[in-house]
């Protein structure tokens, strides 16, 4: 994994997220970086995920990608906010 790859995928993250996306599909991320090989950019992803750089982020029905730091504010806000009836952890 290239240090120039792993760049740029934490720049289409940032990019995103300051359109107001927080959560991406792998497709959009390769496809934002046409200058990769698409399976290089998957493999970097994985090796994101592994050393917590990006988390995974399900609907129940659909998996995103997005940066671990955002995953964790999301965490923390539904942490406070639980929902009505749910007792807070």
């Known amino acids: 994994m290239s240090e120039e790859m792993r760049a740029a995928i934490l720049e289409v993250f ?3 997220l300051k359109k107001g996306k927080k959560k991406l599909y792998i497709k959009e ?6 200058q990769f090989p698409r399976s290089e950019v998957k493999v970097c992803s994985q090796k994101m ?3 917590g750089i990006l988390a995974y982020w399900s609907s129940g029905s659909t998996t ?3 940066l671990k730091e955002e995953f964790e504010k999301y965490r923390h806000e539904a942490e406070d ?3 009505e009836g749910e007792e807070k952890a």
Request: no cysteine.
């Open 81 to 83: 906010h639980p929902e």
């Open 64 to 66: 995103y990608l997005m």
């Open 29 to 34: 991320v390769v496809n934002e970086l046409p």
């Open 14 to 16: 940032q990019k995103n």
């Open 49 to 51: 995920l592994d050393d």
